[in-house]
């Protein structure tokens, strides 16, 4: 991608708080703020809350439908649900 593309993105990931940046010499280095698992919470409530209407059961139902997740799947979604410790 052209370098604006590139540092307007790097700009606004820096602004939501996703990265940091230091300066060295001429140039910075970028480095993650967050933590992987924090980043996808953070990711997977806004696209659940921007596409699902905040329903993550019309999330699943959405795969079920289209047929992206097996009952089995589904078995092991619930099982999770059930005993959140294992």
């Known amino acids: 991608?052209?370098?604006t593309t590139l540092a307007s993105t790097i700009k606004n990931l820096e602004k939501?708080?996703?990265l940091i940046s230091e300066r060295f010499a001429n140039a910075n280095r970028y480095g993650a703020k967050v933590k992987e698992v924090e980043y996808k919470?953070?990711?997977m409530s806004g696209f659940v809350n921007n596409y699902f209407q905040s329903?993550?059961?019309e999330l699943v139902a959405f795969f079920a439908k289209d047929k992206k997740i097996s009952a089995e799947e589904l078995k092991e979604i619930i099982n999770l649900i059930e005993n959140p410790e294992k």
Do not use: A, L, N, T
Request: charged share 35%; glycine share 8%.
């Open 41 to 43: 919470k953070r990711f």
């Open 1 to 3: 991608p052209p370098y």
């Open 16 to 18: 939501k708080g996703y």
């Open 55 to 57: 329903s993550y059961k």
